[in-house]
């Protein structure tokens, strides 16, 4: 039996994801191999109709029902605590090592009795985890523990660094799970698959061959009630030092022997370990923040950032965030990885985009504009576009552009349904290791120096537009291709291919 404790159980993180996907997990095939009981703890006095009310209405919005989701219902358990309470957290960790979680748990001493496996998932601000955690002592976790904590795993290299101190007293490295729901395991073995079951691409997956890497997330939604979070981070904290630089290690690493949590976590620590800001002494040339001005977004009059309830304008938060990072290894050596991330644009999209350098010679009497070869890996739903010149319907001489496409398997859980499935099975493979969490926040130190010192200017971009115009190394992708005269992706939510619709809710 495995006693998983949400803390934070009455915050928005459980009720719209962790709790709807626990219920998609549950009614998924992975199900019948679990033996589970949900303990929800929280701050507040709710009663148990509460929190039993809270995980059947989560489950109603998963669509989820049947034996397995009655059964949670019928057995979770609410538990007052207040992590920030001198023993609280303590006794409920001990009561549920000993499969003894009642209502007021958190509140009388444990009674020592066999138990299973406890998980115990942070949905707390972030302070509050850390402070929960710096607060343990290594006797009040029982053995096989495992502390899951969500992003932002610190708020630099150094803070990073002491939480990872803070936890490997508590419980081994692998018994940490840092969550990155961005990455489902689906999207992960994707582009593994791509790249190491197909002798057609690696042998050109190096500088030799590709050009440039982009990895573009781009929203087509506002703040969706978060400014209280989001004004505080902004989407290079958000995005771009968590999720982007994750995708950038799967794209540039090297083959892993085998599809095991520590190779691949190996290989991905090598890249980030590899990874620095493209020129530190320029950072205007190689990083952009902008933040959004009153427009149009679907359709609808949207304010400014700055006018948002709940934003305060002079912490300058940027919306849109966009760094170009170099990658110092032999593979690697002079390709510019351009990573972006902005919110309230107009065209969703969330792919990346590896392009190739032209052919050295182009027979002549071919006519046309020849256009790189671009493999566009596009995330949420997945799909591959492979984008090739080849010789004209109608006149063989000249090239023409043609896409080849494919769908790829978007995975039977939702994200937060394949994170608790990782934690729940004690399999690391999603989740960040601790040195891999450090190098991240280190990859965008030199950023946010040079953001905050002023030295790169808070540019601006009406909501619904496609961001500041581009310059130099921050030059889309896709402009660059339609100057070679390759069709630019249609514009607009309903564009296909290339950032296709998500239908996810807004996580980030
Ligand atoms: P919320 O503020 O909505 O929820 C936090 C919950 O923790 C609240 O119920 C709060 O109670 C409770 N809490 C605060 N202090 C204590 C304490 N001392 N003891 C016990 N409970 C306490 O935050 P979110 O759910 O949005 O976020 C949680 C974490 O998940 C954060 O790290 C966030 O970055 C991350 N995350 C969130 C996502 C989201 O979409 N919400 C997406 C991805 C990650 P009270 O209401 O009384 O303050």
Redesign the pocket.
């Known amino acids: 039996m495995t006693t998983l404790i949400v803390?934070?159980?009455?915050?928005?993180?459980?009720s719209?994801?962790l709790l709807p996907g626990l219920a998609d997990l549950l009614v998924s095939h992975h199900g019948e191999e679990l033996d589970l009981r949900l303990v929800g703890?929280?701050?507040?006095e709710h009663d148990q109709g509460w929190w039993t009310e809270r995980v059947r209405t989560a489950a109603e919005s998963a669509g989820a029902s049947g034996p397995s989701v009655d059964r949670l219902v019928a057995t979770t358990r609410y538990a007052r605590?207040?992590?920030?309470?001198d023993g609280d957290l303590a006794r409920l960790l001990a009561d549920a090592a000993a499969s003894d979680v009642g209502p007021d748990a958190g509140s009388r001493s444990a009674p020592a009795r066999g138990g299973g496996d406890v998980v115990c998932y942070?949905?707390?601000?972030?302070s509050?985890?850390a402070a929960?955690c710096r607060a343990l002592d290594p006797e009040q976790v029982p053995a096989g523990t495992r502390l899951v904590l969500?992003?932002?795993f610190g708020h630099d290299s150094a803070s990073a660094a002491e939480l990872n101190a803070v936890l490997t007293r508590l419980v081994p490295e692998e018994n940490v799970h840092r969550?990155d729901?961005f990455l489902g395991k689906s999207t992960v073995l994707n582009i593994l698959g791509l790249r190491f079951a197909n002798r057609l691409f690696e042998p050109l997956w190096s500088a030799a061959h590709v050009e440039r890497v982009d990895v573009v997330f781009d929203e087509d939604l506002g703040l969706a009630g978060?400014a209280?979070?989001y004004d505080g981070a902004g989407a290079l904290a958000d995005m771009v030092q968590s999720h982007l630089l994750q995708l950038l290690a799967l794209i540039a690493m090297d083959p892993p022997a085998t599809i095991s949590a520590r190779d691949l976590r190996d290989r991905k620590a090598e890249v980030l370990r590899a990874t620095r800001l493209w020129d530190e002494d320029d950072p205007a040339s190689c990083t952009r923040r902008a933040r959004w001005t009153a427009g149009r977004l679907g359709g609808q009059d949207v304010g400014a950032y700055a006018d948002e309830p709940g934003v305060d304008p002079s912490r300058e938060t940027d919306t849109l965030a966009e760094v170009v990072l170099a990658v110092d290894t032999w593979r690697w050596a002079g390709v510019p990885f351009r990573l972006r991330s902005g919110k309230a644009l107009g065209r969703r999209r969330k792919e990346a985009v590896v392009t190739f350098r032209h052919v050295p010679h182009l027979p002549t009497g071919l006519l046309g504009t020849s256009s790189p070869t671009r493999l566009r890996i596009g995330f949420g739903p997945d799909d591959i576009t492979l984008e090739l010149d080849v010789n004209g319907q109608d006149d063989a001489f000249s090239l023409e552009r043609s896409s080849l496409r494919t769908e790829l398997s978007p995975g039977e859980l939702t994200a937060y349904g394949q994170v608790l499935l990782g934690v729940l099975h004690d399999d690391p493979t999603l989740s960040v290791r601790g040195d891999t969490a450090e190098h991240c926040w280190r990859v965008l130190e030199p950023v946010v120096q040079a953001w905050r010192s002023g030295r790169v200017p808070l540019e601006t971009y009406p909501a619904g537009s496609g961001g500041p115009p581009g310059r130099g190394l921050l030059e889309d992708v896709d402009a660059q291709g339609c100057a070679d005269g390759a069709p630019a992706p249609a514009p607009g939510p309903e564009a296909s291919g290339p950032g296709r619709q998500d239908e996810d809710p807004?996580?980030?």
């Not at 803390?7 to 928005?12: C, E, F, K, Q, V």
């Not at 703890?41 to 507040?44: M, V």
């Not at 942070?122 to 972030?126: D, G, V």
């Open positions: 803390l934070g159980a009455g915050g928005d993180l459980a719209r994801l703890a929280d701050r507040d605590t207040d992590v920030a309470a942070f949905a707390l601000p972030p509050v985890t929960a969500e992003k932002p969550v729901h978060r209280g979070y807004p996580v980030s």
